[in-house]
């Protein structure tokens, strides 16, 4: 069948399309910018690429008429906005009006569990979109989700964030709330088993996994599995904005995701029973195994996809085209060159940058830096890397997004997402007669960029001249 794949390059979609190309089906990938796309991984015959920006009508003329089915994988919880429930009802609008014109006969879309009277706005934005979709000439089969886990999703990162660096919480009363776990496999699994699947058309489906759990129970069953002792005492009298701020600063979630997930979390996400695990032959595998299959995959280094690599912002909605091209004018530069004995190693060194790696040099100044940029609300260091030793263009890479990753050409160019009076680039290069040269480039916004450039210049000598000395040390 021939496939449409929206929010390729956010988390589930990353997951479903390797899948969707071994079973021979002829996939279409929508993506805002096309620079973001890995095509590396997917050398298939059978996939295709367009530009489509769910926000802008125009762009859907793109998406080919001769479709068989779509998956609707779009939401933008951790936009920085905060008005996502008017994205989302606009994307879905769009993605609606478009769909009807082809010759579409099922959409799939991925939601959340919605089963309670009061909603958080992000579960009502949600269930806002599945009623869009309903009222279309194509048939809508919904599956709704609570906790996805798996390696790299936003839940399986944040309880392990949590876990594995507070032997000791005192927590929101959110923490009683009971919820129901699905593993990623089984998610995919189900997404591909209702594909074509008459019985499912004009139907909404609660997938989960066989236990329930509060999250309390959800964190003290991940420490045990890891062997970690870790004591919790629920408090009545945190608030949901000291929640946030609590979830912002342990984990590496943005602040306006952690204040979208706080709302979410006092909600109770359990399943209505149904039976499309029988009808589709699917064995629904518990939360401790979920955990164990997921740390397998990252003790392999295999983690395919990470929702940090998804968060929305400014930087994402502009397209990362409009930030390769390093400016040069109004710009202050600080260029280091150095002559490698061993370039092969070097570039190893660079590709494994940044993350549990780290950034060679005075890492405590990095982490500073972090810290500070935490303080207003930035990214700050937290984030990290999806891969150790591999690096692709829109990854993130602690509180820089990878712009390029091109290792024919020894080239690696990083963007600045942390809170900045203007805008920061840091380039990597080898030349064929194996200079390394490291370059800075800040384009300062008003005064106040200025004063900050010349403020760090002395740590900017520090820093950059002992990091390029170690990359280059055999």
């Known amino acids: 069948m021939k496939i449409l794949l929206t929010g390729v390059t956010g988390y589930i979609a990353q997951r479903l399309l390797p899948v969707l190309l071994e079973n021979n089906h002829e996939v279409v990938c929508c993506v805002r910018d096309q620079k973001r796309f890995n095509y590396k991984n997917f050398q298939n015959v ?35 906005s905060g008005d996502f429930e008017n994205m989302e009802e606009i994307c879905a609008t769009n993605f609606k009006l478009r769909i009807e014109q082809t010759q579409a006969k099922q959409v799939i879309y991925l939601s959340g569990i919605s089963n309670t009277e009061e909603l958080s706005k992000h579960l009502s934005s949600r269930k806002n979109v599945e009623t869009i979709l309903s009222e279309a000439r194509f048939a809508l089969t919904t599956l709704k989700a609570g906790i996805i886990v798996g390696s790299g999703s936003a839940s399986f990162e944040i309880i392990r964030d949590l876990v594995e660096k507070l032997p000791f919480m005192i927590t929101p009363r959110w ?137 929305s912002s400014k930087l994402l909605l502009k397209g990362i085209s409009k930030f390769i091209e390093v400016p040069t004018n109004g710009c202050y530069v600080d260029v280091k060159k150095l002559k490698l004995k061993n370039s092969k190693k070097a570039l190893e060194k660079i590709w494994s940058i940044g993350g549990n790696n780290g950034w060679y040099y005075a890492n405590w100044l990095w982490e500073i830096r972090g810290f500070l940029d935490q303080l207003v609300k930035g990214v700050g260091m937290r984030r990290g890397r999806k891969s150790d030793t591999e690096l692709n263009t829109g990854d993130a890479l602690d509180f820089w997004r990878v712009m390029i990753a091109n290792k024919d050409e020894k080239r690696l160019l990083l963007y600045a997402e942390m809170k900045l009076p203007g805008e920061a680039w840091l380039e990597f290069k080898i030349d064929d007669n194996n200079v390394l040269t490291q370059t800075a480039t800040f384009r300062p916004l008003g005064l106040l960029g200025r004063l900050y450039w010349y403020a760090v210049l002395p740590f900017h000598g520090f820093i950059f001249n002992g990091m390029i000395h170690k990359i280059a040390e055999e």
């Open 46 to 80: 059978n996939l295709k690429v367009i530009e489509v920006d769910f926000l802008n009508q125009e762009s859907l003329k793109n998406i080919p008429n001769d479709i068989d089915v779509a998956y609707y994988l779009i939401h933008s919880m951790s936009t920085q």
């Open 175 to 311: 923490l009683k709330t009971k919820c129901q776990p699905i593993a990623i496999r089984n998610v995919i699994e189900f997404l591909i088993g209702v594909m074509g699947k008459t019985e499912t058309y004009h139907k909404s489906y609660d997938i989960g996994g066989p236990d329930i759990l509060t999250y309390k129970e959800m964190l003290l069953r991940f420490a045990k599995i890891r062997g970690l002792k870790r004591s919790i005492l629920i408090v009545p009298v945190m608030t949901p904005r000291i929640s946030s701020y609590w979830l912002y600063f342990v984990t590496a979630t943005s602040y306006a995701l952690a204040k979208n997930l706080v709302n979410s979390m006092k909600v109770e996400v359990v399943c209505k029973p149904n039976s499309l695990a029988e009808l589709l032959n699917i064995k629904p595998l518990d939360y401790e195994t979920a955990i164990k299959l997921a740390f397998d995959k990252i003790e392999q280094n295999q983690v395919i996809s990470s929702w940090k690599d998804a968060q």
